[in-house]
């Protein structure tokens, strides 16, 4: 019995990282950084001083593309509460992205009535790595961890002062226990 107590509480924190021991000051802003949303627009970070962001990458042909309506479940419940979710697309798995912006945005629509928002697709790892991803990434810039994105719809969870303070992989749902209670202050 006690195995399986121990083998459960393990299975709760299977996919999720949080700070590593030892967390510093992040020697870049979150707040600081900035995207290209999917109309082309510029999309300055600042803009999300206050509020608890969700960045995840994101693909029209991926076994995870259903997280897209629990994205949206999640945004639907929590944007008054001051929650942003950012949706990168991302072509670097398995080819799982291959549209164009217009093409993605209509599938998001069409599909799963995606109303947060989204940016131009973008390399998440390697050469070309999108600075966000850099910053999400990398514990030299963001204080907290070193992460790598292992498929699509990999979760990052950043709190109001820009703190990143979780990373979620690709099979954890966006309505995971640990992000509703993040997001309800638990």
Known sequence: M???SFLGLFGCFKGARTPDPGAVAPTASFHALAATDIHGKPFDFS???GKKVIVVNTASECGYTPQYAQLQELYDTYKEKGLVIIGFPCDQFG???PGTEVEIEA????????????????????????????WLTSKALNGA??????????????????HLVMSLESGVS????RVLNWLDGK
Do not use: I, R
Request: a neutral charge.
């Open 2 to 4: 006690l195995l399986f």
């Open 47 to 49: 803009t999300l001083k």
């Open 107 to 134: 599938f998001c629509q069409k599909n799963y009535k995606v109303t947060f928002p989204m940016m131009s697709k973008v390399k998440v790892k390697g050469d070309g790595q999108h600075a966000v991803y850099q």
């Open 174 to 177: 966006p309505l995971d226990e």
């Open 95 to 97: 080819g799982q992205e």
């Open 145 to 162: 961890m070193d992460a790598t994105v292992k498929w699509n719809f990999h979760k990052f969870l950043v709190d109001e002062e820009g």
